[in-house]
């Protein structure tokens, strides 16, 4: 179920610290997170994103389980989903269902 606003699922202690975009293709084992961006050296690791999807379909699954065209929760192009927990943010990993590849945009958080 895609998240109605920006803001509205949000904790109230959380900030928004850092930011990409992520190619999700047809690789196989599904592409994850940067692991830079979710655990950056020095500090402590995010503990929440925000995904939303452009452009095409894609599967993602939180465990570690490699996603494919047939396996994992779906979201559409303008859909958005969080992730909470470092573990989590590790072990997603998304893959385009067609032939067109998806851009994410993925905004993190930490409390």
């Known amino acids: 179920m895609p998240i109605p606003s920006y803001s509205s699922w949000l904790p109230v202690a959380v900030e928004a ?3 990409e975009q992520v ?3 047809a690789t196989s084992g599904g592409v994850g997170l ?16 925000r995904i939303s999807v452009d ?9 570690g389980t490699a996603p494919t065209a047939s396996l994992g929760d779906s ?6 989903f969080q992730v909470a927990g470092v573990n989590s943010l ?5 893959i ?9 945009n993925v905004t993190y958080y930490r409390q």
Request: proline share 4%; glycine share 4%; with cysteine.
């Open 17 to 19: 610290l850092d930011f």
């Open 34 to 49: 940067t692991s830079s961006k979710y655990a950056p050296a020095n500090t402590s690791p995010m503990n929440l994103c």
């Open 96 to 104: 385009r269902t067609g032939a067109t590849s998806a851009t994410v």
């Open 23 to 25: 190619t999700v293709d």
């Open 90 to 94: 590790r072990k997603l990993r998304m």
């Open 75 to 80: 979201f559409d192009a303008g859909d958005q």
């Open 55 to 63: 452009t095409a379909t894609i599967k993602i699954t939180e465990d």
